[in-house]
């Protein structure tokens, strides 16, 4: 690429050049053309006053030799050359080269003019010696007949001092300019460059987001109207950005305050924004996640094939298990967006958490095939024990008895099923009425533990009740709050051994108006990895066991509900092989 110092000084080198040619011509070539007249002049004299000298060589008898060796003695120090021509042009002596070599002089200009009885002078290039001679011939005459002519020649470069001195000069002169021209140039160009300079800072400064970048007003014009325009328009650029800025921090909001996940990805699946709510469900940083591409944020690959198909032009509305950053169902409905000329530019995806609800689904599937499972036992025995009496087994009076007898216990065991999964839907659907009413909690326990009477006897189990100091009032929902009681002793019956005792406790809870009941029994206990799960629906840790003691494995989870509608919870500690011990916490209402 070119640049300005040399542009500036070739041209400027350009123009002396002209200058110093056109000056050379009108300067030299008139020096040179007057010099060489004034030469020719005065040889014209010297060749006349040696024509008159040379007379001698035609009055005696003289050999060539001699007449040169004379010639040479004549010219001496002198830069001229001196040449004796008969009348037929050849050469009878020469002070410079021997006579006999030369050739025939008749045709030179000046010698034929002499030989006519002329003095006359030329300038030519020496046909001999190649360079540039001033010459003049005189005729020598003997009683007024032409004998011979003598010449005389000089070197061009002998008198030409003067033409080299103003060559010389002119050289000198160049060198000079073309030295002022370079600084001058160098300067012009530093004065240029740097307004140019600081504009070019400036924009490359605004191209880098500083929008606050002017340039000075520079001295020279032209500058300071090009920094004008320059910082008006970096003043519209920063409007402009600002515009853009507070468009897209409008946006931002938005999709921030949208409660549905947004993922927008490019056409190579690279993020290029997640809103806040989809940096919640996937448990993401939007900012490190922006700029990197799905598989690398998310190591799933069945996210990353479904928002690829989207960037390949399909609609995908799918169900994706997610396991890192954390295990999760997500819905993803992922979109084209085409641009003008109807390529994919990006992706658009809308995500949903689904996991809860898969989990309540699952949930609710495992419910139908437990309960169904549930009821299966009691009525398959019942069938079995009816179609046995009605093969005849009711004609015998033993066997029908027993018959009967298991007929009761199943449907006891079946209607009891069917009465805790009712308790359950009830508390379910109870979500917002409960039938809240003031009452003494000694008196609840004192009824439960009675109803209980029969059955620790048949257990063999003593029950009892810490007395507490103080009245204790509840607000509550009497009914429910029995049932859960009665739960826990049940239970705490059950799961004794013979021998045992359940205590129950209540006292004001300490942190609140509320209180807590603690039913405590000195059983068989719950092994500690049990005991997060004994409050599912269906969960028992001794199957057998719990099918002798008729339970359904519904109890606690009654319980847990029950506490919870009353806004409440209910805990338990248990020692395996020393008992265990619930405790409810319901809070004042
Ligand atoms: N006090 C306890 N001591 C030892 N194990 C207990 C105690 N209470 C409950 N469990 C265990 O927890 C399981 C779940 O109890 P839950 O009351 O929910 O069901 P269940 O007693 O088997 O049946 P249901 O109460 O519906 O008749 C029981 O099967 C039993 O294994
Ligand atoms: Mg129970």
Not at 132 to 149: N, R
Request: glycine share 8%.
């Amino acid at each position: 690429m070119k640049n300005l110092k040399r542009i500036l000084i070739f041209r400027y080198a350009l123009i002396i050049t002209a200058a110093l040619i056109a000056v050379s011509l009108l300067v030299i070539i008139p020096i040179r053309s007057y010099t060489i007249s004034r030469e020719q002049n005065n040889l014209e004299e010297q060749a006349q006053l040696f024509a008159r000298d040379f007379q001698r060589f035609f009055s005696v008898e003289i050999t060539p030799d001699e007449i040169d060796a004379y010639l040479e003695e004549l010219a001496g120090d002198l830069p001229i050359r001196l040449t004796v021509i008969d009348t037929e042009g050849s050469v009878l002596g020469d002070s410079n080269f021997p006579a006999e070599e030369m050739e025939n002089h008749a045709g030179r200009p000046e010698v034929a003019a002499a030989l006519e009885g002329r003095v006359a002078s030329a300038r030519r290039d020496s046909r001999t010696l190649g360079r540039g001679f001033i010459y003049a011939a005189a005729p020598i005459t003997i009683d007024g007949e032409v004998a011979g002519v003598a010449r005389v020649a000089l070197e061009e470069a002998d008198v030409m001092p003067l033409v080299f001195q103003v060559w010389w000069i002119i050289l000198i002169a160049f060198g000079v300019l073309l030295v002022v021209i370079i600084t001058v140039s160098i300067w012009t160009e530093r004065t240029v460059i740097a307004g140019l300079n600081d504009m070019r800072e400036a924009a490359a400064g605004l191209a880098g987001g500083d929008l606050d970048r002017r340039v000075a007003q520079p001295d020279i014009e032209e500058f300071s109207e090009l920094a004008r325009e320059f910082n008006t328009m970096a003043e519209q650029v920063r409007s402009r950005v600002e515009e853009a800025a507070e468009e897209s921090g409008k946006l931002e909001t938005v999709l921030d305050n949208i409660s549905a996940g947004v993922m927008v990805t490019d056409s190579e699946s690279r993020i290029v924004m997640l809103n806040a709510a989809a940096d919640g469900i996937m448990n993401v940083e939007g900012e490190k996640a922006v700029g990197r591409r799905i598989i690398e944020v998310f190591s799933n690959r069945e996210l990353d094939l479904a928002v690829s198909r989207a960037a390949a032009g399909e609609s995908i509305d799918e169900e994706i298990e997610l396991v890192y950053p954390q295990r999760m169902f997500l819905l993803l409905k992922s979109n084209p967006v085409r641009g003008t000329d109807g390529q994919v530019v990006a992706t658009v995806s809308a995500i949903e958490d689904i996991t809860a609800l898969k989990r309540l689904n699952q949930v609710r599937q495992d419910f139908v095939a437990n309960v169904s499972h549930e009821l299966r036992t009691p009525v398959a025995t019942i069938r079995a024990l009816t179609d046995s009496l009605l093969d005849g087994a009711v004609d015998e009076k033993e066997r029908a008895e027993r018959f009967l007898k298991d007929l009761d216990r199943e449907a006891t065991r079946l209607s009891q099923l069917i009465e805790d999964l009712l308790t359950l839907s009830r508390l379910e659907a109870k979500e917002t009425g409960l039938q809240l009413e003031e009452f003494h909690l000694a008196e609840l326990v004192q009824e439960c533990l009675q109803s209980k009477r029969t059955l620790a006897e048949e257990y063999g189990v003593r029950l009892d009740v810490e007395p507490s100091e103080q009245e204790l009032a509840i607000r509550g929902d009497r009914q429910l709050l029995g049932t859960a009681l009665n739960n826990l002793i049940d239970n705490a019956i059950k799961y004794n051994r013979a021998g045992g005792r359940v205590t129950v406790a209540m006292q004001a809870d300490k942190s609140g108006g509320g209180v807590t009941v603690k039913v405590e029994d000195d059983g068989i206990g719950i092994p500690r990895e049990e005991l997060p799960r004994v409050f599912e629906r269906f969960y028992r840790i001794d199957k057998a066991r719990s099918r002798d003691t008729g339970g359904t494995g519904l109890g606690l989870s009654i319980v847990k509900h029950i506490a919870e509608l009353h806004g409440g919870a209910v805990t338990v500690s248990s020692v395996m092989g020393e008992g265990s011990e619930f405790t409810i916490v319901i809070p004042e209402n």
